[in-house]
């Protein structure tokens, strides 16, 4: 009985990986497995392993293959020369007319299938070595797409068998020792999304960056996925926390970014395997590809995916423009940080500061330095310098052989799901992509640092920077009786400190959020008609994507909240109401119309005298909306709101009744509210507040500054600020016992702690409940405490 050359998706599985290759095999076991669980793949069929091997054999290839081959490995002929001349042979061949036969009946079945006599089809290459658990050849093979008719979809599945050939693939094999003739070609036949009227994009069931579990990454474009992939354009992002997803009535998207999406490719006209690009409209560019619903539900797939599988994947996806029908048309093992221990990391800190040239996203969390080397296309690739940092325009795979000898890769265009990051993740080396214009900006042989340490946003610096490197194993940590939190200020950041072992987040500032993403005065959005001309054009420029201007400072700090309540979930994360001063108000967009000048910030318009005062108590309003859009919307009960700088008992009943008119009213579906001890008015009236708030955080650093009457940021009296004092001791130890005697939790959030271990021990002798602590000092404070524990019984 002879080979089938033909199989039908729904007739292979994952175990089918050597007849069809890995993502034959996995489109096929998707479409048979996860069927039920409302998984949409488009119809389609795959060439065999022995389909390929039969065209090598009746054209007889080997022989000249190994000799081309031979050639370049021996020097004789460049990997230029040998692609080209074993590609030019594939396409000289002719089709075997027993394959081409069964090729295009399937091809008339699936036109049968889909009721179309000339299907449009994506014609993609599934190599029997690639997306496999340790290696993923990610774009080493082309894909062809709207190829319609029998003549145009033989020539483009002889193009697939060429491009086994690519001078990237050669070069993979090479690196990762696979034998080029034992590696076989399936081709994928599928029908097409009609994603050219809508969009489509990338999805992993992982953080790519950190290897945070709990989140689902979305890429998004208008138009055919190519583009994503490839990394021409920069996409929306969209970021999903997973342990909500099954949480009735919740949408748990934690992070929405607008991409730049300047172009969109898109069926060509009158021929086959057409595809041509066009620029999206500003109103397309201004607009999120996938609403909120459409968001949820590729979440939804991918967590099903994911559990089919075992392991995180990386997915393609598109959506229908005629019948808004979403489909995974690809899905593969993610390579790279599901191999990553979960119990050690490396963390990178810049130890000095320097002047920021450009801003781009973060592929990895290290750090780069050295000369940077401009080449902006393919055919000056020679030109590289072993161990400089690549500035190009993208790094698609013809430039891996030099990706992978660089320091570091900038690009102007891509997001962190193109085959661009990708691959610089498998190779290790740092990348931030789609800073716009660092060809430009960049100049040749200039030295420079990029950091993507800091987040979700790489920072390219103008000068070579020092840095430091610390390997943190997880699993050389004691345990602890205190419980031992974290401070988290910047959304960008929060998945990069999964891995310690913390009991929830004892302060998230909220003002971080404002200042860094939002970066217009609340009072502004409400009234935009107060503030000067200028600032109305800079606030139109961040609110894109929104039509309200109010809904974009809810939505922004929302979401932003809710990564930073994400990592350690469903541990507490305390978040501390917004506590900028007045000169510090003033700097956003628009805020000098609505901030007025004082002596001393310090002491003046603050904290909670804000939130129920008339100058800010529409801001306030927003604020209150968005923490209620956390917890009821988002689906993060996690959140407890903290009320910080609140002077007298009086005070915080006008507080907590702004909150309550807003929406959140304390013992209402749980919310607890946490009040900062920072002013010695919190500490002599303890029990008074303890009957209005469920928990006090103290915060040394105000209470220092106000119990010695030292201003904390004066260099002139730093050696007279000491939390350690005793006048500041007696008021921790007093508010400590308080607190307890009340029946409700203490904690502190500050670096004393840190700084001091017999800081650390004197509050551990206290009885304090909680410490929450920089993440970058938690391994060596944790090990402090429990020493100090041990020691005190």
Not at 116 to 123: D, H, I, K, L, N
Request: aromatic residues 8%; negative net charge.
């Amino acid at each position: 009985m002879s080979k089938p050359m033909i199989l039908w998706f729904e007739d292979i599985g994952i175990a089918d990986v050597q007849a069809v290759g890995g993502k034959n095999a996995s489109l096929g076991e998707m479409t048979a497995a996860l069927a039920q669980k409302g998984v949409k793949v488009p119809s389609g069929f795959a060439t065999t392993a022995d389909a390929y091997r039969a065209f090598i054999h009746d054209n007889e290839l080997a022989p000249r293959i190994t000799e081309h081959l031979s050639a370049f490995h021996s020097g004789g002929c460049t990997l230029q020369e040998a692609g080209q001349a074993i590609r030019s042979l594939f396409l000289e061949a002719e089709m075997p007319s027993h394959i081409a036969e069964e090729i295009v009946s399937a091809y008339a079945e699936l036109g049968r299938r889909t009721g179309t006599e000339r299907p449009a089809v994506a014609v993609r290459s599934s190599a029997t070595a690639e997306d496999l658990p340790d290696a993923s050849f990610a774009g080493q093979q082309e894909t062809f797409l709207n190829v319609r008719g029998r003549a145009a979809l033989l020539a483009a599945c002889r193009r697939c068998f060429a491009s086994l050939f690519t001078d990237r693939a050669i070069s993979y094999r090479d690196a990762k020792g696979f034998d080029h003739l034992e590696v076989a070609l399936s081709i994928g036949i599928q029908q097409m999304v009609r994603s050219d009227l809508c969009g489509s994009g990338v999805m992993f069931s992982i953080d790519t960056e950190t290897g945070f579990p709990n989140a689902i990454v979305i890429s998004a474009a208008w138009g055919l996925g190519e583009t994503v992939v490839q990394g021409s354009v920069n996409p929306d992002r969209y970021v999903v926390f997973k342990p909500l997803l099954a949480q009735p009535g919740t949408e748990p998207i934690i992070d929405k970014e607008l991409g730049g999406k300047a172009f969109r490719m898109v069926y060509g006209e009158g021929g086959s395997h057409r595809t041509r690009i066009v620029e999206t409209t500003e109103q397309e560019r201004q607009s999120f590809v996938l609403d909120n619903s459409d968001i949820v539900q590729l979440a939804r797939w991918a967590v099903a995916i994911e559990d089919h599988y075992q392991r995180p994947m990386d997915m393609e996806w598109a959506k229908d423009g005629e019948t808004g029908e979403l489909y995974i048309v690809q899905a593969r093992p993610e390579t790279v940080q599901a191999q990553a221990s979960t119990s050690t990391f490396r963390h990178y800190r810049l130890k000095e500061k320097g002047d920021p040239l450009l801003t781009g996203a973060a592929v990895g969390t290290a750090i780069a330095a050295g000369k940077a080397c401009v080449i902006r296309t393919v055919a000056d690739i020679a030109q590289f310098r072993d161990g400089s940092i690549l500035i190009t325009e993208t790094t698609d795979p013809d430039w891996v052989p030099v990706m992978k000898r660089a320091a570091g890769i900038v690009t102007n265009h891509g997001g962190t799901t193109s085959h661009a990051a990708i691959v610089s993740r498998e190779l290790g080396v740092p990348a931030i992509v789609g800073t716009g214009n660092a060809t430009e900006i960049i100049a040749e042989n200039s030295e420079i640092t990029i950091s993507c340490a800091d987040g979700d946003v790489g920072t390219i610096y103008a000068s070579i920077l020092d840095f430091s490197v610390t390997d943190v194993d997880i699993g050389s940590l004691p345990a602890t009786r205190t419980d031992i939190m974290v401070n988290i200020a910047n959304p960008a950041a929060a998945f990069q400190w999964w891995r310690l072992p913390a009991r929830g987040v004892g302060l998230a500032r909220m003002e971080f959020i404002i200042n860094a993403h939002i970066k217009v005065h609340p009072m502004a959005l409400v009234h935009p008609d107060r503030v000067s001309a200028e600032a109305q054009r800079q606030i139109r420029d961040l609110t894109k994507g929104y039509s309200d201007p109010s809904e974009f400072f809810v939505d922004v700090l929302a979401r932003g909240i809710a990564k930073l309540a994400s990592p350690y979930y469903p541990h507490p994360a305390i978040v501390r109401l917004s506590d900028f001063k007045t000169n510090e108000y003033a700097h956003l967009v628009g805020g000098d119309a609505f901030e007025p000048d004082e002596e001393n910030p310090m002491l003046g318009f603050r904290g909670a005298s804000r939130y129920y005062d008339e100058r800010y108590r529409e801001g306030f309003a927003l604020e209150c909306r968005a923490l209620k859009r956390v917890r009821e919307e988002l689906g993060f009960s996690n959140v407890i709101v903290m009320v910080p700088f609140c002077r007298t008992p009086a005070e915080a009943d006008r507080v907590l009744e702004a909150m309550a008119e807003n929406g959140l009213r304390r013992g209402e579906n749980g919310l607890q509210i946490y009040m900062m001890c920072e002013i010695p008015s919190n500490v002599i009236l303890a029990e008074q507040f303890a009957t209005r708030f469920d928990g006090f955080s103290i915060g040394s650093n105000d209470l220092t500054q106000l119990v010695l009457g030292v201003d904390r940021d004066s260099g002139i009296l730093a050696n007279l600020f000491d939390e350690r004092d005793e006048a500041v001791t007696r008021m921790i130890s007093e508010a400590i016992r308080k607190a307890h005697a009340a029946g409700i939790k203490i904690g502190i959030c500050g670096q004393g702690p840190s700084n001091h271990p017999d800081f650390a021990a004197f509050l551990i002798s206290e009885g304090i409940d909680s410490m929450s602590l920089n993440p970058d000092s938690f391994v060596r404070t944790i090990k402090a405490v429990a020493e100090a524990e041990g020691q005190s019984g």
